[in-house]
Every structure is written in C-alpha cells, then in structure tokens.
T-cell receptor, first 112, second 114 residues
C-alpha cells in the first residue's frame, strides 16, 4: 500500500481565482473526506464522498465542491477564492466498516 | 451536534517526565473518540481510539487515554516523554452513525525539552 497522497504540496493563488486539489486514496478505500485546517486550528470537516457520491457536508459554502473517481482519486475544487481560504487542506480515506481514517500530508494553499 | 475542547493550547515538559493532555467533549448522542498526532509539515496520524469496552485505551508510541463518560473526558497520557514526541495533538469525536465525520479540537502543542 502506498498510503494517501495529495498534490500539489503547496500552491499560491490570487483572490477570486479557482483551485483544484487532488488526493489519491488507498486502494479499496471507498470513503474520502476533506478537511480544512486553518493556521493554529484543528481540522474542519468540509465534505465526504462515498463511491463517487457526496455523503455529508460541513458548514462550507457551495463554492467548495468535490469529485471522487472510480480509481480512488478525488478532487477538491474551490471557486472565487477568498483570503480566508488560506489553509492546509487534508484528505482522508477509509475502507468500508472502518473507524479509522488515513490522512494524507495535506496541500497548503495560500491566497493573496 | 458534537464539540471538543482541548483545555491546554501548549504543554511544555522535560524529557522523561509524565504528561497529560486534556480533552473534553460534548454530545447528545454516543460517540467514538480519537487522538491524532501531527508532526510538522505532515498529515495526521492516529494514536488511539475508543469505540467501546474497556475505558482505558492503549495506543502507539506508549500513549494511552481514559474515557470517562460521567466527566465527558478523554485525556491522553504518557508516563515518560521523549524529544520525538514534540508535536501537535488533536482530540476528535464522531457520532456512531457517521463515523467518517470527525469533529476536532483546536489542538495541544506538546513541547518536550531536554
């Protein structure tokens, strides 16, 4: 197993732009969750996908959207970036019936 | 809805001393409880989890935690810390119906000094 990977590691965007973050889950992990971790804070749940369908959403606006693909990869898209979107974005995957989530190293997004 | 409070934002301790990181939670339903560790520039790693059964849970790297339902607490302990334990520690809860949605506390920075 290769674990959960995320790309890119870092990126810098300008306010108003759009960004796509990518995650590759472990094979067989049908659930992927995305979290936003602002500096000095704990991660906050954005949304979760199960077998390519959104399966729960936190308190984030619609400009945060996602996709999950059959090959266990997924994307987080953020439109109309705001300065407050600057954060570490974490994805986590888990197999069916497991209580443990496996986190990737995160993508650090800076919005200027 | 659930919430998690980590009472200490920073805990400084000398190497080989014991440490306790405090966590309290609030929930109207039964929950599962977790402790995660985050090393600099890395993602989160699960230290231990409480699902049911014995209230004393042992995890990796010599850590343990005790679930106290009456006090709604899940404090993390280690009898003797190492320099390598320096990291950010997060307590988290999930309800038993939606185990993949974790609610995290704000974290405790454990700083171990030689």
């Amino acid at each position: 197993e290769t674990g959960v990977t995320q790309s890119p590691t870092h990126l810098i965007k300008t306010r108003g732009q759009q960004v796509t973050l990518r995650c590759s889950s472990q094979s067989g992990h049908n659930t992927v969750s995305w979290y936003q971790q602002a500096l000095g804070q704990g991660p906050q749940f954005i949304f979760q996908y199960y077998r390519e369908e959104e399966n729960g959403r936190g308190n984030f606006p619609p400009r945060f959207s996602g996709l999950q693909f059959p090959n266990y990869s997924s994307e987080l898209n953020v439109n109309a970036l705001e300065l407050d979107d600057s954060a570490l974005y974490l994805c986590a995957s888990s197999p069916d019936g497991s209580y443990e989530q496996y986190f990737g190293p995160g993508t650090r997004l800076t919005v200027t | 809805a659930q919430s998690v409070t980590q009472l200490d934002s920073q805990v400084p301790v000398f190497e080989e001393a014991p440490v306790e990181l405090r966590c309290n939670y609030s929930s109207s339903v039964s929950v599962y409880l977790f402790w995660y560790v985050q090393y600099p520039n890395q993602g989160l790693q699960l230290l231990l989890k409480y699902l049911s059964g014995s209230t004393l849970v042992k995890g990796i790297n010599g850590f343990e935690a005790e679930f106290n339902k009456s006090q709604t607490s899940f404090h993390l302990r280690k009898p003797s810390v190492h320099i390598s334990d320096t990291a950010e520690y997060f307590c988290a809860v999930s309800d038993r119906l939606n185990t993949d949605k974790l609610i995290f506390g704000t974290g405790t920075r454990l700083q171990v000094f030689p």
